[in-house]
């Protein structure tokens, strides 16, 4: 590739964090912003309220092709935004679309999209008219800027699944001097039949992708799919298991299967230990301000457990985590077990606030401790001149150093800190009950105090500045003792390799892309603390009762032991998988979509 290459990377989770590209951009960023630098720009959708959050605009732009190509889009009438994505690591350009037509502009657009790549969108779907809007301005701002610039300057556009790329067919037919990278983290089909198909990871290659297709409603988005993979320069997929989709599905088997990755190697060994510490410490706070008022926890005979993810009931594998949770709970209230269980479920789901009681009894807690330092403070001066004072030192009698004043002050924080009723299971107030919630209720799930297993319901990303939880959500994965990630469908699978890799325990399906490698690259998985859940073989039953036990045993192991596990990954294992060596795999793509496009002898 030529140093001076433009590349534009395009995804509807640019400033938008939806699932795992957004993890997968975020993580990735950093180290393509060093390898191309002004010459990296990423696209999105503007989202308002992700926008107010994370991104800063560039007003001052000096007069050059991409902000004429700006102000031609502006002209049109089409809102765009550019400026920075002000993430941790770094702050790539970011170029975010509103994705807006009017009806019968749509309509020609969609008409085009028919005639020209047969893509039929008849049934209604409000998604599917955002994604053709979005495609046409990215389409339209490509284009024009490429013409501005001299034809010597390569332009390669990495397109990421679907949504981002109603741009790519156009671009191919129109023969846009762009070379187009399109890489696929799971199949639309995918995605809808392995939740509703009993045997699809037997049957998924006999399929027949129409009749499927339109049996579920998602001919539109299907079609989408396949003009982007049959029309890229160069087909990259995330797992060897989404590789053979899109050779069943589109009839093109990928060019690279490229992992996704870190942006950097976490700590080990002690540090890491050290961590898990001091954030196990922050939890146990929100977790004793949320139960202490209703009843004890004892924090040394407490376990805390967490799965996260998109909010796929069945194939991010809630519905057997549940099961699983609701089975331990039984085994332990059985076995008259003193040991305790939290369980955080962390997804993402429309809601209304955080609830008011949750607030109130964090806010309550710490109104109980600074009272706590404060009679603290009083008392140790009195003990000191008891203990010093004439006579023989004796240990004093505390309820004769505590005055009217103290004890009125004690009495009062401790009615305003008691509550009757059981701590919720949901820190917010969801817009409507979903099947987490009626699986609990069901269940029996209500953090009664003979409950073993408590459950904790955050249907939002966990930020330190937004949430209850006070911490951020590496910080709860360092702080938790087991996540549980049994995914029926994951064609990568982020949560379980961060938890992994920051030293917490985990539980992953054999069916996830990480899953997989791990089993191929990490023989000894298990005695590193990475079990896998067999879900390959087994029935959805067979499967439950499983990780039932993985979870028992768990348990049973530090009631013995009281040994608190950490997991580890060999060196060159976690090198694999950060982006300073996954990048080099693109760098190869891109060049290949260059000599796809515009293959000269020898040029690159």
């Known amino acids: 590739m030529k140093p001076d290459t433009f590349l534009f990377e395009i995804a509807w989770e640019v400033c938008n964090q939806i699932g795992g590209i957004f993890t997968y951009l975020k993580s990735k960023v950093p180290t393509m912003v060093d390898a191309y630098d ?172 129409q009749e499927k297709a339109s049996r579920y409603g998602i001919e539109n988005r299907v079609g989408i799919e ?61 977790v004793r301000s949320l139960f202490s008022p209703s009843y004890h926890l004892a924090s040394d005979k407490t376990l805390y457990f967490f799965t996260s993810g998109r909010y796929e009931f069945k194939n991010k594998g809630f519905d057997q985590t549940l099961e699983a949770i609701a089975g331990l709970n039984q085994e332990l209230v059985r076995r008259g077990s003193d040991m305790t269980v939290v369980f955080f479920i962390i997804t993402k789901r429309p809601f209304r606030t955080i609830k008011p009681d949750v607030l109130e009894a964090r806010q309550r807690f710490h109104a109980l401790h600074q009272i706590c330092k404060r009679i603290g403070a009083k008392l140790g001066p009195r003990i000191y001149s008891h203990v010093t004072g004439t006579g023989a030192p004796q240990v004093p009698d505390l309820n004769g150093l505590v005055d009217d004043e103290l004890l009125f002050t004690w009495r009062q924080a401790l009615a305003q800190f008691k509550r009757e009723g059981l701590p919720p299971a949901t820190t917010h107030h969801l817009a409507e009950d979903d099947e987490i919630t009626a699986f609990c209720q069901q269940a029996g799930l209500r953090n009664s105090e003979d409950d073993r297993v408590k459950v904790i319901y955050h249907p939002d990303f966990i930020e330190r500045a937004t949430s209850p939880f006070s911490v951020d959500y590496l910080e709860l994965v360092r702080g938790c003792h087991l996540g549980i990630f049994p995914s029926l469908y994951e064609p990568w699978g982020y949560a379980p390799m961060e938890t992994l890799m920051h030293g917490t325990p985990v539980i992953a399906s054999d069916l996830s892309g990480f899953g997989q490698y791990m089993e191929e690259v990490m023989p000894d998985h298990t005695g590193r603390e990475m079990h896998l859940l067999r879900r390959s073989w087994q029935n959805h039953h067979e499967s439950v009762e499983e990780l039932t036990r993985m979870l028992l045993t768990f348990v049973e192991n530090f009631s013995d032991a009281h040994y608190i596990p950490r997991a580890s990954m060999p060196g060159l294992v976690m090198d694999s998988l950060c982006w300073v060596n996954l990048e080099r795999h693109y760098r190869d793509c891109y060049r290949l979509a260059l000599m796809r496009y515009q293959p000269v002898a020898g040029l690159y």
């Open 38 to 209: 002004d010459n990296y720009i990423l696209i999105g959708p503007y989202n308002p309220e992700q926008a107010r959050l994370d991104f800063k605009p560039i007003t001052d732009l000096p007069d050059c092709p991409f902000s004429r190509t700006m102000a031609w889009i502006r002209s049109l009438g089409h809102e765009i935004h550019y400026g920075f994505w002000l993430l941790e690591d770094a702050s790539p350009k970011v170029l975010l679309i509103k994705p807006g037509f009017a009806h019968n502009a749509l309509n020609e657009l969609k008409t085009r999209h028919w005639e020209r790549h047969g893509i039929s969108t008849i049934r209604p779907d409000a998604l599917v008219n955002e994604v053709i809007a979005f495609g046409e301005v990215t389409r339209l701002f490509l284009t024009r800027f490429i013409e501005s610039i001299p034809a010597d300057r390569d332009v390669v556009a990495h397109f990421h699944d679907w949504m981002a790329s109603a741009a790519l067919p156009d671009i191919h037919f129109e023969k846009t001097r762009a070379a187009t990278v399109y890489t696929c983290h799971g199949t639309l089909p995918g995605r809808y039949l392995a939740p509703n198909e009993p045997a699809y990871y037997r049957d998924f290659q006999a399929y027949s992708i």
């Open 226 to 286: 396949t003009a982007g993979i049959r029309n890229a320069n160069v087909l990259v997929s995330v797992s060897s298991q989404v590789a053979r989709e899109c050779e069943a599905y589109y009839e093109r088997s990928p060019d690279s299967v490229i992992r996704n990755g870190v942006h950097r190697r976490p700590d080990v060994g002690h540090e890491a230990f050290e961590a898990h510490l001091q954030n196990r410490g922050k939890i146990d706070a929100f």
